[in-house]
Each structure stands twice: as C-alpha cells, then as structure tokens.
C-alpha cells in the first residue's frame, strides 16, 4: 500500500490538472467569443478587457491575440496593434490575416512603402489568402495604377475563388471601362458569392444599367452592343421583308464574328452571343433582359459550350435553368436596377419567387481553382488556340 498510494496520488493530481487546462481553455474560449460580441457592437475598451483575462487563461492562443489587435486597431492604436502583431510572427503563429492587418496598420501610420513590402510578405507567405491581394491591388487604387490594381485582384480570384472582394473590385474596374464584359461575369459571380450585402444590390444596378446603356435600339432595323472595344452594331435592309430579315442579320453576323479583333471571348463568344440574343427587342427592362440572358444561355450552350471557353458562371445558370428558376434569377440579378418593377414581378410570383429562394440557399455557385473565371487565363488560352493555327 506504501507503493499504490503515491502512485494514485499522482494519477489523481495529473487528472486534476488536466482538467483544470480544460476549464482554463473553455473559459478562455467563451470570454473571447463574449469579446467579439461587444467588440462587433463597438464596445472596444470591455472587449479588450475580456481579452486580456482571456489571455491569462490560455495565453497559447494566437486568435485572442488576433482579436485584441484587431481592437487595439479599431481603437486607431496603430502602435499597440503592430505590437501584437508583431508577437504573433516572431512565435509563427501569423495567418493571412495577421499580414493584412499589419498591412493596413502600417498604411494608417502613413507608411504606404511598408505596408506593400508587408502585403507582399504576406502572399508568398500564404499565397492562398484572398485578402492580402485585395488589400495590394487598393494600394495599386491609391497609385491610379488600374491595371497593377486589377493584376492583384484577378490573382486572388485565382488563389482564393470563393472570397468575394476581388470580384467586387475588379468588376467595378471594368464596368467603368469599355471593356464591360468582364465586370459583367466578375460583377455576376460576386452576386452569387456575396448575397444580401449593399455590396450586392450596388453591383445588381450596375450590372443593369451597363446593359442598358450599351445594347442601344437605334431604329427598327439597327441595334448595336458594346461591351468591348470593338462596337458590333447590326444594320438591316428597310426595304427588305421581315422574313428576310433573320437572313441578313445571320450574314452580318457571320462577317462581324470573322472581322473580330482582340480577344475572341470578349468580341466573339460573348459579345456576338449576346447580339443574337436581341433579336426580337425592342428595348431594355427587366422583362426583356429575362428574355435576353434566357437565350443567351441558349446559344452560347448550343454553339460554343464545347468548343470555347468554360465559363463557371454559365455552368450555375445552366443548372438554375434546370431547376426551373432562370427568371426568377435573373429578375434577382438585376432587379436592384428597377427595384418598382422587380416588386411588381415579385408580387404577381410570389409561389415561384418563394420556391426559388428556398431552392437558392440551398445550391450556391461553387467556383474552385480549377474552374474558376480569370481573364488572364482566358486571354492566354485565346493565343495559344491563335498560334497553333
């Protein structure tokens, strides 16, 4: 007995003491989680004081550390953020997004130099952080650099594909430019990243009005489209009969599809696709985008889907269209642009609306790196197929 009795003094002193570690790091955990609470609700000076005791309990943990930077921040106490910060690196315990908020602190103390050298630290780092690009392309914003801005984001989207901001910024580049195209699928697949932001509701107006302002009903015989440099604008013989008409459009078409210049997604694939899918119009609202996009789905499944370019964001509409709720979608897409109309719509489909949305929350677009939509990839694939021919 003088042997066991030590011994089960130990088991038991070592099971009390694990036990304690338990309850320090579940303690830890909830006053943290309180904190962020408080620090969401602008309470900054509990929330600190919630980590702080947090931080005794388990002071291993880089994500209290984390946080009591992130206050510190949001307090504008640059100096005591880069302080922590700076702990976590020194201990390896720095994520993506320790690097960023460095970043953005250094940016604040006025050291934009040091902030780039720390993004850039930051991405070889973790070259997966979607964040870190976005916050390198603002710099490149900050510079009027548009494209070193928009390098950085395509970069993210291509190393980070389901992390909204990079869409967001680079579609707004593009859907300020005369190259609308491409903010018109960046600015799509954000939507569907990000739903039920002001952010999305900013870029669904966007996304209407460029349609609108550049598909232009210039007579009964002439429509045009520019959504790239090059402006394709379709003229038909007055004096012909409707009939004939499809004829000639279809002859016009052709040539202009030849004459392309640049790069043959932008001019050719969707540009063209899309000025087939006018046909029949007469104007520009949500009614007859509904028909438009419908038929361009159509099209571009029927004639391009298996010998052009895979375009992630015309996979989900195909498989939204499958389900049976393309108008609904589209109406949601674009009904921040006539939010009086997208209302009625609504209210006159209120059954298929309803439906929609449940089956919507339930299928989300799933973009990954090997099928995600990147511009420079697009291009690249363009001249390559150019010079094999």
């Known amino acids: 007995m003088r042997?066991?009795?030590p011994l089960m003094v130990i088991i038991c002193f070592s099971v009390s003491a694990a036990n304690a570690q338990t309850t320090d790091k579940?303690?830890?955990?909830a006053k943290k989680n309180e904190a962020i609470e408080l620090m969401d609700d602008g309470k900054l000076a509990e929330s600190i004081t919630l980590l702080e005791e947090a931080r005794k309990l388990d002071?291993?943990?880089?994500?209290i550390v984390y946080e009591m930077a992130l206050a510190r921040y949001q307090q504008k106490n640059f100096d005591e953020?880069?302080?922590?910060?700076?702990?976590?690196?020194?201990?390896?315990?720095?994520?993506?997004?320790?690097?960023?908020?460095?970043?953005?602190a250094l940016d604040e103390m006025g050291k934009p130099e040091k902030a780039i050298d720390t993004y850039d630290e930051g991405i070889k780092k973790f070259p997966e952080e979607g964040n870190l690009y976005l916050e390198r392309g603002v710099m490149e914003l900050r510079r009027n650099d548009h494209n070193a801005a928009l390098g950085f984001f395509e970069k993210g989207i291509q190393a980070a594909p389901m992390y909204p901001s990079n869409y967001y910024r680079a579609a707004k580049i593009f859907l300020d430019s005369d190259q609308e195209v491409w903010g018109m699928i960046y600015g799509e697949i954000f939507m569907n990243i990000e739903r039920g932001s002001k952010r999305t509701e900013e870029i669904s107006k966007l996304l209407y009005y460029t349609y609108k302002g550049?598909?232009?009903f210039e007579s009964d015989t002439s429509a045009s489209v520019s959504f790239a440099k090059q402006n394709n604008t379709i003229l038909l013989d007055a004096n012909q009969r409707k009939k004939?008409?499809?004829?000639?459009?279809?002859?016009?078409?052709a040539e202009q599809l030849m004459a392309s210049m640049g790069n043959s997604f932008a001019n050719g694939a969707y540009e063209m696709t899309l000025v087939k899918s006018i046909i029949g119009e007469k104007m520009i609202n949500l009614a007859s985008l509904n028909r438009i996009r419908t038929k361009f789905l159509d099209i571009y499944t029927k004639e391009r889907r298996d010998t052009s370019y895979p375009v992630?964001?015309?996979d989900f509409q195909r498989s939204v269209k499958e389900a049976g709720y393309l108008e609904a979608y589209n109406y949601w897409i674009l009904g921040q642009g006539d939010e009086k109309v997208f209302g009625e719509w609504r209210s006159e489909h209120e059954q298929q609306w309803d439906s929609f949305m449940k089956w919507f929350k339930e299928n989300r677009i799933k973009v990954t790196e090997a099928n995600a939509f990147v511009r420079a990839q697009i291009i690249l694939q363009d001249v390559v197929k150019k010079a094999a021919k």
């Open 3 to 5: 042997i066991l009795l």
């Open 81 to 104: 953020a880069m302080k922590l910060l700076k702990d976590l690196v020194k201990r390896k315990q720095a994520s993506g997004r320790v690097y960023a908020m460095m970043g953005n």
């Open 59 to 63: 002071p291993a943990e880089p994500e």
């Open 214 to 216: 550049e598909i232009k």
């Open 26 to 29: 579940e303690k830890a955990l």
């Open 244 to 253: 004939a008409q499809a004829s000639s459009l279809a002859n016009a078409l």
């Open 312 to 314: 992630v964001l015309f």
